[in-house]
């Protein structure tokens, strides 16, 4: 059975892409509507400017969430179609971060690669299959997610530092952004396995 590169790509961006909306879910707050806003017209607008502000805020975090992803997917995708290494120093010098971190954030977009050019070469019609294809077992698939959340996380530590804004809620944010995306590839690996 021959691979269809194009294919494995969009699979791949696509489960990104679900990962992507179901974190910022996860770390947005979305408004909630009171009894007592509907009864005062103000308030009733009000909440409406929140959930428009939500919604655009869940697309905003879901882009950002994406970019490094999709960069990193499409350069081992090229590298892949044209039987090339992926250039993923243009990928580190593409991105917006700051030189003290460049080294914890090529090492995240080095491991990234792996996983996805795994992925990619391997033989599948769902995204699922293309993982089971990879890592045969869960223990296998959870010791990879594992260590691409680590160095994830050790990445967004040493950058929180350089993000402007309050570092309380910058770290609270990275965190939860954390814990959300452990907590559904975890769930994601026992779906595919079971």
Known sequence: MSVDFDQNRELILANEQAIARQVAGEVIDKPILALWMILIPVFFVFYFFQLKRYKHGL?????????????TLDAVWEATTLKTSADLESVVELSDIPAEVKDQYRVWVELLADNYLLLIQASGRTYNELVKAVYKRKSNYLLGLKNLNRVEADFNQALAPHLPGDQQSIESVIKSMQYSVKELRRNQATEIFS
Do not use: K, P, V
């Open 59 to 71: 697309q905003d975090f879901s882009e950002n969430f994406l970019i490094t992803r999709q960069r």
